[in-house]
């Protein structure tokens, strides 16, 4: 059975939006991509060059300062913040394009709700009146022969007064029936693949996102990847340098190996060493304790000998000490008695005159 030409277009102009939408997804992908590219290049190309000299770099030289010919160029973070800017737009005008997308699906699948439900009482209705006319057809069929007089002379009355005859009727009615059985079969199939439609849009825009979140999950991939070379490279790198400083640290371990060894054996010898040393002390601490004895016992014996040597002088000392006292007592009592008799002297001579004294004194010289 031929499809109606109306559905084909409508599924045609359905389906091309939606194609166009995808070929725009596509060179806003590829763009994306060179995009990347072209970050990649410029980071290798800046890698030499150093941080101050990427984020200002000059705009001329002295050479086309004096040649007067001068086109500055855009410095790098013009370049990002176009690049940012043309970014935002194309998010922009994608996030528009999709929003409009789906509002035309949902008022496409709004209108093909109502359709459905207009033409589903006519569909019911047309069914009925279906199986009516099939029932009086059939009715008609088996009552064609027995056909009484009176329809006969309706039927011709009806022919006189109608420009068309009866079987002409009949025609046209079965051709009328016809076409709308096959209007009715017509519309359930296109109320059906208007369900199908609907469900295929669905399952495409399913397919849509399910790509665009394996895309996004791609660049993800793609700059975890990245990183992880990166990440790999720095592993080598440290491997590489771990490498050489475990080869160095075996180089030292050696040499400290061979050193212990010399210090084992020089250890042995200074133990050998110690221990005829420690015999040689044993024996000096036992001539030691000897010569203490002996010094212990002359010491004794000296100082014995002085603390006679000096009792005996002590004794003498003391001997003379009293012979001293003795004298100096005999000396004091001396001394008191011509103490006494010079008193008794100056009591006399205070008691008698001066001319006795004088005649005493002449006759004294005398």
Not at 56 to 77: C, G, K, N, R
């Amino acid at each position: 059975m031929p499809k109606p030409s109306g559905f084909s277009q409508t599924a045609n102009m359905s389906l091309c939006p939606k194609d166009s939408y995808i070929v725009g997804e596509r060179n806003a992908r590829k763009i994306h991509i060179s995009r990347l590219q072209a970050m990649e290049t410029l980071e290798m190309e800046n890698k030499g060059k150093h941080w101050v000299e990427k984020l200002f770099s000059p705009h001329f030289s002295a050479q086309d300062f004096f040649s007067q010919v001068y086109h500055p160029e855009s410095l790098m973070f013009e370049k990002l913040a176009l690049a940012r800017a043309k970014r935002v737009e194309e998010i922009y005008n994608r996030a528009i394009k999709n929003f409009q997308e789906e509002k035309r699906l949902k008022r496409k699948v709004c209108f093909s709700k109502l359709i459905v439900r207009e033409y589903e009482p006519n569909i019911v209705g047309v069914k009925i009146n279906i199986s009516k006319k099939e029932r009086e057809g059939d009715s008609a069929c088996c009552g064609a022969g027995n056909l009484d007089v009176g329809t006969e002379e309706s039927l011709k009355k009806t022919e006189g007064h109608c420009i068309w005859n009866a079987k002409e009727l009949a025609d046209l009615r079965q051709e009328m029936h016809k076409n709308h059985a096959e209007g009715v079969s017509l519309k359930l199939q296109l109320s059906t693949l208007n369900a199908e439609l609907v469900e295929l849009k669905a399952k495409c825009k399913k397919i849509q996102v399910d790509f665009e979140n394996a895309e996004q999950e791609l660049l993800n991939s793609r700059k975890e990847v990245r990183c992880k070379n990166t990440q790999l490279q720095q592993i080598q790198k440290d491997s590489l340098k771990k490498d050489f400083e475990l080869q160095a640290l075996k180089q030292h371990l050696h040499e400290k190996s061979a050193n212990i060894r010399s210090l084992n054996q020089e250890l042995l010898q200074a133990r050998k060493e110690i221990q005829s040393l420690d015999l040689k002390n044993k024996d000096l601490q036992q001539e030691v304790k000897k010569l203490k004895q002996q010094h212990d016992l002359g010491y004794k014996a000296c100082i014995e000998k002085v603390k006679l040597h000096y009792d005996l002088k002590i004794r003498n000392i003391q001997k003379e000490l009293e012979d001293v006292k003795s004298e100096l007592s005999d000396e004091k009592l001396l001394h008191v008695k011509n103490v006494k008799a010079l008193e008794i002297l100056r009591k006399h001579f205070s008691a008698q005159p001066l001319s006795n004294i004088f005649d005493n004194l002449r006759v004294d010289f005398l």
